[in-house]
Nanobody, 130 residues
Framework: QVQLVESGGGLVQAGGSLSLSCAGS????????MGWFRQAPGKEREFVAA????????TYADSVKGRFTISRDNAKSTVYLQMNSLTPEDTAAYFC???????????????????????WGQGTQVTVSS
């Protein structure tokens, strides 16, 4: 069983930056495709970004493209999400996710909720004040 633990959330002013981390365990980290999702109150969960096993393939939601950067360090079993130029619309609980199949993140990017993604963290709250 894969365990994912997020950290790094918090409160930041609009225009500011935050960096999220997600530590994975329970399976060889380099065998996992990794991604980030978020869910704001009263809204459905939405895809944010995904990165393939070795970081060659990366994809973002249009809403964060150019502002967020996903990366991974397989030696540390950790995936990161650097978030810049934050706006109040970025306020949400952010969830780390993992799967063996990269295309499951692609489906989420194209309109799905990520329900086919297998492993999930507990989430970390990001609040952006105006």
């Amino acid at each position: 069983q894969v365990q994912l633990v997020e950290s790094g959330g918090g409160l930041v002013q609009a225009g500011g930056s935050l960096s999220l981390s997600c530590a994975g365990s329970g399976r060889t980290f380099s065998s996992l495709q990794m991604g980030w999702f978020r869910q704001a109150p009263g809204k459905e969960r939405e895809f944010v970004a995904a990165i393939s096993l070795n970081g060659v393939y990366i994809t973002y939601a249009d809403s964060v493209k150019g502002r967020f950067t996903i990366s991974r360090d397989n030696a540390k079993s950790t995936v990161y999400l650097q978030m810049n130029s934050l706006t109040p619309e970025d306020t949400a609980a952010y969830f780390c996710a993992a799967d063996l199949v990269y295309s499951n993140f692609g489906r989420a990017r194209d309109g799905g909720s990520g329900r086919n993604v297998r492993y999930w963290g507990q989430g970390t709250q990001v609040t952006v004040s105006s």
